[in-house]
């Protein structure tokens, strides 16, 4: 039961938005001109990883699986990155849902 609280806790700080507001942050993230890959990369990653944290809350209305996030992710890069070189040359890595984070960061830096 502490355990438990301690959990949201640490988490509340990355959970303020619903996980509908979360889904359409996600699929609309585009890269900005002053932004690099890398760092376009980790702000999808955080926006993903906050949606399945809020998933995981009780009483959550629409929840949304990992799965799910992680295709969105994928997705987010594909169509947020500004190089289309970038994203010609990483576009078989975005097909495979099992892809690790590591992998496709160093892919993309």
Do not use: W
Not at 63 to 75: G, I, M, T
């Amino acid at each position: 039961m502490a355990l438990d609280r301690l959990r949201k806790i640490l988490q509340s700080p990355y959970v303020e938005k619903s996980t509908t507001d979360l889904y359409q942050a996600l699929t609309s993230l585009a890269q900005s001109p002053q932004e690099s890959t890398i760092q376009f990369t980790y702000r999808c990653m955080s926006v993903r990883q906050k949606l399945v944290l809020a998933s995981k809350s009780p009483g959550v209305e629409i929840p949304f699986d990992e799965v799910l996030a992680k295709r969105l992710f994928l997705k987010a890069l594909e169509t947020g990155l500004l190089s289309d070189a970038i994203v010609s040359e990483i576009k078989p890595l975005l097909k495979n849902i099992h892809i690790s984070d590591e992998d496709l960061t160093f892919a993309i830096g």
